[in-house]
């Protein structure tokens, strides 16, 4: 089965801090994803990278960078957290190829912001 | 663009009812679509998906959905809920091609009350 694993479960951080979040993969997948999950507004997509050291801006993309230097390993920075990015954070990861495949998804991040 | 709807946050069904769970979808090609489920505090899985030939998809745990394109709806059914539906459930849409912008609804909280 393919396994997405993050570094966190909960995560408490303070504002202005710089945080780091940790999403690996163990299926040898080409695509990563970072969404962020709120009540209401589902799911958003912040970024996604189809290759190492590839990225490309999501929706919402403000507020935050990737990066990508290994296949499995794709991290989410916040380089000034601030409230309004309290949420949760999924990572997601899937085959490469057209828009049919599954995204495989970790068991989320939730993140308060103090 | 692509997009999607999920009018009902919250639905609550007895056990052993049937449900349905609604889902519309706006682009100007043609689509994929997908279910995806959340059971709490996990990450989103795979429920079923369609991307061509049978309008009717099923999932191995009795849910279906149908593919309408005059209506452009991709409804969610199950003939008798079980307390372990209990769970949100994503209707997600996503364009052949490009590197798998997928876009997903807003959720829809199925209760199930024993």
């Known amino acids: 089965d393919v396994k997405v694993t993050q570094s966190s479960r909960y995560l408490v951080k303070r504002t202005g801090e710089k945080v780091f979040l940790e999403c690996v993969q163990d299926?040898?997948?080409?695509?990563m994803f970072w969404y962020r999950q709120d009540p209401g507004l589902g799911l958003r997509l912040i970024y996604f990278?189809?290759?190492?050291?590839?990225?490309e801006k999501g929706d919402i993309p403000e507020g935050y960078s990737v990066s990508r230097e290994k296949k499995e390993r794709f991290s989410l920075i916040l380089e000034s957290a601030s409230t309004n990015q309290t949420s949760m954070y999924l990572c997601?990861?899937?085959?490469?190829?057209?828009?049919?495949?599954?995204?495989?998804f970790g068991p989320g991040t939730r993140l308060t912001v103090l | 663009a692509q997009s999607v709807t999920q009018l009902d946050s919250q639905v609550p069904v007895f056990e052993e009812a049937p449900v349905e769970l609604r889902c519309n979808y706006s682009?100007?090609?043609?689509?994929?679509l997908f279910w995806y489920v959340q059971y709490p505090n996990q990450g989103l899985q795979l429920l079923l998906k369609?991307?061509?030939?049978?309008?009717l998809v099923e999932s191995i745990n009795g849910f279906e959905a149908e593919f309408n394109k005059s209506q452009t709806s991709f409804h969610l059914r199950k003939p008798s809920v079980h307390i372990s539906d209990t769970a949100e459930y994503f209707c997600?849409?996503?364009?052949?091609?490009?590197?798998?912008?997928?876009?997903f609804g807003t959720g829809t909280k199925l209760q199930v009350i024993p």
């Open positions: 997601a990861s899937s085959r490469q190829g057209p828009s049919t495949d599954t995204q495989y």
């Open positions: 299926m040898d997948h080409e695509n």
């Open positions: 990278s189809y290759d190492v050291k590839m990225k």
């Open positions: 682009s100007s090609v043609s689509v994929y």
């Open positions: 369609y991307l061509s030939g049978s309008t």
């Open positions: 997600a849409v996503s364009e052949p091609g490009g590197y798998q912008k997928v876009t």
